[in-house]
């Protein structure tokens, strides 16, 4: 069984910068591809960006630019560097772990980030 634990969610004003961070309970968490998702209230949850296990990366146009997906294999710590945040950021944030060959999925549990108007 996967465990995923989040940190790093806050309250930062418009334009600042955030840190998430997963930790990923596997000790073979090379072979998982990696996602962040957010979900804000009313709305259905969105796809932010994926890194896989060789990691190639992939972004949603919402925060292309402006967010950076990393992961570090070594600690089993999965990252997503946000900044110039805007308001329309504020959501509950989650991590993915997706397995590359049985594709079960485990899910983070979604640090609040809030973004003030």
Known sequence: QVQL??????????????????????S?????????YRQAPGKHREFLASIS?????????????R????RNNAANTLNLQ????????TAVYYCKAEHK???EEYWGQGPQVTVPS
């Not at 946000?82 to 950021?89: A, I, R, Y």
Request: hydrophobic share 35%; charged share 15%; aromatic share 14%.
């Open 82 to 89: 946000m900044n110039s945040l805007k308001p329309e950021d």
């Open 53 to 65: 296990y060789r990691f190639i990366t992939n972004y949603a146009d919402s925060v292309k630019g």
């Open 28 to 36: 073979i968490f090379s072979i998982y591809n990696m996602y962040w």
């Open 67 to 70: 967010f950076t997906i990393s």
């Open 5 to 26: 634990v989040e940190s790093g969610g806050g309250l930062v004003q418009p334009g600042g910068s955030l840190r998430l961070s997963c930790a990923h309970s596997r």
């Open 101 to 103: 060959m049985t594709l």
